[in-house]
């Protein structure tokens, strides 16, 4: 089992920044992926930004220019940093990783339990 725990949501004005964490735990062969998905109230569940095991990376063309991801592998650990943040940007956060448990076992797929960003003066 793998659990992700997700840390740095919380309150920010208009043009704040934060930094999400998601630390990854449990029987981890390697991580295939980490990413950032977000899902507003009243909205579907969408992809923010994304990093492989190789460092590619990919963004949602809102967060392009001002959020960054980042992975740090020997924690197991993908960031979120978040600048110029705009009311748009709240919504509940959820890590999301791409998780081989074992040498030559499939890709399995686990969520985080989320985080609040909320953007408002």
């Known amino acids: 089992q793998v659990q992700l725990v997700e840390s740095g949501g919380g309150l920010v004005q208009p043009g704040g920044s934060l930094r999400l964490s998601c630390a990854a735990s449990g029987s981890i062969f390697s991580i295939v992926a980490m990413g950032w998905y977000r899902q507003p109230p009243g909205k579907e569940r969408e992809l923010v930004a994304l990093v492989t095991s190789g460092t590619n990376t990919n963004y949602a063309d809102s967060a392009k220019g001002r959020f960054t991801i980042s992975r740090d592998n020997a924690k197991n650990t993908v960031y979120l940093q978040m600048n110029s943040l705009k009311p748009e940007d709240t919504a509940v956060y959820y890590c999301?990783?791409?998780?081989?448990?074992?040498?030559?076992?499939?890709?399995?797929?686990?969520w985080g339990q989320g985080t609040q960003v909320t953007v408002s003066s």
């Open positions: 999301n990783a791409d998780v081989r448990v074992l040498w030559l076992s499939p890709v399995k797929n686990f």
